[in-house]
């Protein structure tokens, strides 16, 4: 249990990591934007910030599912489910739940689908 957690709080600080950092960089895009007079929607020249601030908002909406995600494994873990696939009921491999920790069902499974 405690290597499950492990595993588990571990992918939780990286992603919680990356999710300030989308939060921090979603600031500054609006806080530059802000006091700025450039028409950035007939820019030939590049992205606008609109196209910015969409693509950070919505990294930063996967990155809050995929706490969720780590977080219902961790309930998993508590009632005894974690690494159990709630498709076939058989055992997730190891290596499975290392590459993603949050893994609801088997290889097997997945490929099935």
């Known amino acids: ?6 595993r588990i709080e571990e992918a ?15 600031a500054a895009i609006v806080e530059g934007s802000r006091w700025s007079t450039d028409d950035d929607e007939h820019d030939p020249e590049g992205s606008t910030i609109a196209f910015e601030r ?21 309930e998993r873990v508590a009632s005894g489910t974690y690494g159990i696939c709630e498709r076939c009921g058989e055992c997730i491999a190891d290596a499975r739940l290392d590459a ?3 893994a609801r069902r088997c290889i097997r499974c997945v490929r099935a689908r």
């Open 1 to 6: 249990m405690t290597d499950q957690l492990g």
């Open 12 to 26: 939780r600080s990286v992603v919680a990591a990356r999710l300030e950092s989308l939060r921090s960089q979603f």
């Open 54 to 74: 969409a693509t950070v908002a919505s990294l930063a909406r996967d990155a809050e599912l995929e706490l969720r995600e780590l977080d219902a494994a961790t």
């Open 100 to 102: 993603l920790p949050a």
